[in-house]
């Protein structure tokens, strides 16, 4: 069965610091892995999208890392803003060639506050 | 563009009647997403369309949920008819290509009591 683990589940941290969210999965076939940040009450927004080929992707202060091989990703946030304070989504794509079929599996994301 | 446009925002209606939701796709995207998202369950896809024809409705729960794409700009989500646990957030996104960043919309909160 495809599952999305996402750890930690919440996070605390000082404005300005650096956190780092983990994702781990088991979805066959892979074809890319997502991270997604959510505001409250708002939709998600995509920050990276990464494919088996590529380690690191960085957007702005956000850079997301993935290791194929022990299907493990990782989003780096770095000096971190009140404004990151949100939840943080890792979704896994498998796409069936055959039937074009886009089948994605969620995790239960990360919720993030940040502390002034 | 102004992003994907869900409406209504919020809707609050009694068990058993009819519910629909709309969404106004990213002009030029050919794909159109539905999600749903609980606390329970989280995010979950429903169905979606690739140039106005439905590909995947798996996700659909049961046969009381309908979607249609009747041309590139406008989708509706119907349920009929609806049940408290059909409370939740429904979203709606688009993307040029499968592989592509979707865009989300902001979500309609459904509550049925």
């Known amino acids: 069965k495809n599952q999305v683990e996402q750890s930690p589940q919440s996070l605390i941290i000082l404005e300005g610091k650096n956190c780092t969210l983990q994702?781990?999965?088991?979805?066959?076939?892979?074809?890319?892995l997502r991270w997604y940040k959510q505001d409250t009450g708002r939709g998600p927004v995509s920050l990276t999208i990464?494919?088996?080929?590529?380690n690191t992707k960085s957007n702005g202060r956000y850079t997301a890392t993935l290791d194929a091989d022990t299907k493990q990703s990782s989003l780096h946030i770095t000096a971190s803003q009140l404004s990151d304070s949100a939840s943080y989504i890792c979704?896994?794509?498998?796409?069936?060639?055959?039937?074009?079929?886009?089948?994605?599996?969620f995790g239960r994301g990360t919720s993030l506050i940040v502390h002034p | 563009d102004a992003g994907v446009i869900q409406s209504p925002r919020h809707e609050v209606t009694e068990m058993g009647q009819e519910v629909t939701l709309r969404c106004k796709p990213i002009?030029?995207?050919?794909?159109l997403f539905w999600y749903r998202q609980t606390m329970m369950r989280g995010l979950e896809l429903l169905i979606y369309f690739n140039n106005n024809v439905p590909i995947d409705d798996s996700g659909m729960p049961e046969d009381r949920f309908s979607a249609k794409m009747p041309n590139a700009s406008f989708s509706t989500l119907k349920i009929q008819p609806s049940e408290p646990r059909d409370s939740a957030v429904y979203f709606c996104?688009?993307?040029?290509?499968?592989?592509?960043?979707?865009?989300f919309g902001p979500g309609t909160r459904l509550t049925v009591l």
């Open positions: 996104a688009s993307s040029q290509g499968l592989a592509d960043t979707q865009y």
């Open positions: 994702c781990n999965y088991t979805v066959s076939p892979f074809s890319n």
């Open positions: 979704v896994v794509t498998s796409l069936h060639a055959s039937g074009g079929s886009y089948i994605p599996t």
């Open positions: 990464m494919t088996f080929s590529e």
């Open positions: 002009s030029g995207h050919d794909y």
